[in-house]
């Protein structure tokens, strides 16, 4: 039974229920995951104020960690689903419970709110009408249309709704709808595409740092020996016999012209167009196997599956992660530089999938996009800072910010910004994200960087879709602790404190 005098509790002010429960243990427990969970959710229900009866509380699935479990169970009422109440129970290797996030719904008159709201729904053929006019209005339809009966908690009432998801191309997006199911009326819409804005791209990782050359500008299609010391031979494991660039982890068959060479000899420079489908193809299948390496394998591993890449996705300078049902895919854009010249933008772009790897939906609060944006300039700064000196580790896409006419900045994003939070919030979450790429670089600074980058990948495990930078300083604490026994929690600790966030 939790005592919550022994333990770590945040409240939710507006349900006065308490959201998470941290920094406490259970004694071990025998059993699966789930049936872990279910006892001590069985025995600390009224504690954690869940009315919501354990039937109602379906288990979805176990999500495994390196150094702990996570056990999710949706609610549902009389049969339906709620969206967004959930039940995160975290358990360690020794099968103690050591962390629980409520994010139920009270259902004390939920089921009167729920009848009030009930109304006769509109017939199929009219909600399917609206969805059509809807994609009409954003796009070209570039995915099925999946359909998912739900009830809506808004502004203390519940309604009845449909959650509709759906990809669209020109332009790219992949949007997430909430349809009444009475009136038909969009209660909600949202755009969960994953955007970075990238302008150029280059090798390992790019020309600027090889060359240690900050006056580069892009000249392709003119001067190409400029570049002719930047590039680096390296070996492309574990290609398909098909000869297309196409592995266990990354699969470049997306892109315009797929390239395919049965001789398996794809060496190029820059002024050929399949140069960017070479940078995808080695960049992200070597972070991959760098991840796998840090324990994060087998039942563990994070995105352990071809990803697909549109190396030259269009003329925009633009590049995003898709969530979209049936996509899960990366698309690069052609504006300015091509982006997939540069590596920092490519291993960004695949945090973003990463993230939703572990989490399915991350970042749906503003918080929780910045974490994202954050994580993702962490990741491509990481991965490449043993081959920067100097200044040059703490700036990212170098190439992507000087590389082209009219005003070529120092970088895009930086490592060691000075913001603190919550002051020097903009509201923008490439911006916000400084914030919190900067923790994570501190982080580096004390751990190492394996020892960091594993601790920081393992606390991912521990947020859920609208957790927020409090909620990743938490989670890396806690990830510590599971790992490597909390040694360094006064310090991890001191890094979220002085920036504001703890």
Not at 15 to 31: A, I, M, W
Not at 83 to 105: L, P, Y
Not at 476 to 490: D, M, S
């Amino acid at each position: 039974m939790l005592d919550f005098k022994k333990c770590k509790v945040r409240w939710d002010k507006g349900k006065y229920v308490p959201r998470k429960v941290y920094d406490f243990e259970t004694e071990s427990t025998p059993g699966t995951p789930k049936d872990i969970a279910e006892k001590f959710l069985k025995e600390n229900l009224r504690l954690l104020k869940i009315t919501a009866l354990l039937k109602d509380l379906k288990y979805e699935k176990t999500i495994k960690s390196l150094g702990a479990c996570t056990a999710l169970f949706q609610q549902y009422f009389k049969g339906t689903p709620i969206h967004g109440a959930w039940i995160a129970v975290h358990i360690d290797q020794k099968n103690r419970v050591f962390m629980v996030k409520n994010d139920t719904v009270p259902v004390a008159n939920l089921e009167e709110k729920v009848s009030k709201a009930k109304a006769t729904p509109l017939p199929a053929f009219k909600i399917d009408a609206i969805i059509k006019q809807k994609i009409k209005h954003y796009g070209i339809l570039d995915s099925p249309i999946q359909k998912e009966s739900m009830i809506y908690a808004l502004k203390g009432d519940f309604r009845q709704i449909w959650k509709v998801k759906f990809g669209t191309k020109k332009p790219a997006a992949s949007w997430v709808l909430f349809l009444d199911k009475a009136t038909g009326h969009i209660i909600e819409e949202r755009n969960v595409l994953w955007k970075a804005k990238g302008k150029g791209h280059v090798f390992k990782p790019n020309p600027v740092v090889t060359l240690d050359r900050d006056d580069l500008l892009d000249q392709k299609d003119k001067d190409q020996a400029i570049f002719a010391g930047a590039y680096k031979n390296v070996v492309l494991m574990d290609l398909a016999e098909n000869g297309y660039l196409k592995g266990s982890y990354v699969d470049t068959t997306e892109t315009p012209n797929s390239v395919r060479q049965m001789d398996f000899n794809f060496v190029c420079s820059r002024d050929n167009d399949r140069f960017e489908a070479v940078m995808a193809y080695y960049h992200i299948n070597a972070l991959q196997r760098y991840i796998q390496s840090l324990g994060f394998k087998d039942d563990k591993s994070i995105l352990n599956r071809p990803i697909k890449v549109n190396a030259h996705g269009g003329p925009d300078d633009q590049s995003y992660y898709d969530p979209s049902p049936d996509k899960h895919d990366l698309t690069f854009g052609d504006g300015g530089v091509d982006d997939a010249e540069d590596a920092e933008i490519i291993l960004h772009e695949y945090g973003h999938a990463i993230q939703d790897a572990i989490v399915p939906g991350f970042g749906q609060s503003l918080e929780g996009r910045s974490m994202g944006e954050g994580f993702g300039d962490y990741l491509a700064g990481s991965f490449f800072c043993r081959l920067k000196k100097g200044e040059r580790k703490v700036r990212i896409a170098e190439w992507d910010a000087k590389g082209y006419e009219g005003g070529p900045q120092e970088c895009l994003r930086r490592l060691d910004s000075a913001k603190h939070y919550p002051e020097d919030m903009e509201g923008e979450e490439h911006a916000d994200g400084e914030i919190w790429s900067a923790c994570l670089w501190k982080v580096q600074k004390l751990l190492g960087r394996k020892k960091a980058d594993t601790v920081i990948l393992e606390g991912q495990f521990y947020l859920n879709q609208y957790s927020d930078l409090k909620d990743g300083a938490e989670a890396i604490i806690l990830a510590e602790k599971n790992l490597y026994a909390g040694k360094r929690t006064k310090s991890l600790t001191k890094i979220f404190k002085d920036r504001g966030i703890l």
